[in-house]
């Protein structure tokens, strides 16, 4: 089967979530005061822990919302535990494993008028939507996470970002 839109958005976005997930689950894991985590940062200016889960879940349904043709659901407040951060991540899951790959698919050419942030609306297609501004959102702010726990001593490795892409690999021991 050929590769279409729909494995290159709604696939790529459930393997970024399912990558979070994994890092957090081995952070709570190893840490027995994980839950500061949540409040780590790599630097004073920037969102900590819990914003980045925040964000790049708030990313992935305004990615599945896109494509599929409805509004998206807004997720406010920040998780402030990591049992808030798994139900964030396993409804965001759910929205896109039951995204119809044919809609997203059609989605990919329509343009639309595509809210940029609070105070910015362009019109752009779907796929410009995907690999432009959710997809590499989800991937900074992902990165970002795995570096934050990085900072804070959790042992997780390039395997462990890369689990949810190729979970068949299991994950490396550091």
């Known amino acids: 089967m050929a590769h279409q839109f729909y494995d290159g958005s709604i696939v790529t976005a459930k393997a970024i979530l399912s990558s979070l997930s994994h890092i957090l689950h081995k952070a709570e894991e190893q840490r027995t005061d994980a839950s500061t985590l949540l409040d780590a940062r790599l630097i004073d200016d920037m969102y900590p822990l819990s914003d980045q889960v925040r964000v790049a879940t708030q990313f992935s349904e305004n990615l599945v919302a896109r494509l599929t043709g409805r509004e998206p659901v807004t997720f406010e407040p920040k998780p402030s535990t990591f049992a808030e951060c798994y139900e964030r991540i396993e409804t965001v899951l759910k929205s896109l494993n039951e995204a119809d790959k044919d809609t997203v698919n059609q989605y990919g050419d329509k343009i639309e008028l ?41 042992p997780v490795g390039k395997l462990d970002y890369y689990a949810g892409f190729f979970p068949q690999l299991g994950t490396a021991e550091r």
């Open 114 to 154: 595509t809210k940029l942030g609070p105070l910015k609306s362009v019109e752009m297609s779907g796929a410009a939507y995907a690999h432009t501004v959710a997809l590499p959102n989800l991937y900074f702010h992902v990165t970002t996470a795995y570096g934050i726990l990085r900072k804070e001593g959790v």
